[in-house]
């Protein structure tokens, strides 16, 4: 599977942007994670195929809606009131096949990685 990630840029806090990220193939889960430089990567918004399981980090609940087009292999992340904090390397991430949907929202769940698009959010 191949995830290509696209829909980053530059924005003024308080902005939106939406990110999208394309699979090559049908996958079981998808999510979106994100790294600062000199720190580890962090989950954003996870979802299982169903959209029964959502997971959302804390620092983006209410702000950040993830989605997914089953049809398309693609999942979304509307990102609004966006925060300076939120700056970062955001990072499509997925799961080829069936883990269940206890450690869907841990980074080792998934086993394939888009390339990254970069988020800044200007004070």
């Known amino acids: 599977v191949q995830l290509q990630a696209s829909g980053g840029g530059l924005v003024q806090a308080g902005g939106s942007l939406r990110l999208a990220c394309i699979a090559s193939g049908r996958n079981y889960a998808m999510g979106w994670f994100r790294q600062v430089p000199g720190k580890e990567r962090e989950i954003v918004a996870t979802a299982t195929i169903s959209g029964a399981d959502i997971y959302y980090a804390s620092s983006v609940k209410g702000r950040f809606t993830i989605s997914r087009d089953n049809a398309k292999n693609t999942v979304y992340l509307q990102m609004n009131r966006l925060k300076p904090e939120d700056t970062a390397v955001y990072y499509c991430?997925?799961?080829?096949?069936?883990?269940?949907?206890?450690?869907?929202?841990?980074?080792?769940?998934?086993?394939?990685w888009g390339q990254g698009t970069q988020v800044t959010v200007l004070q």
């Open positions: 991430a997925a799961r080829s096949y069936y883990g269940g949907n206890s450690y869907y929202q841990t980074e080792g769940f998934y086993n394939y």
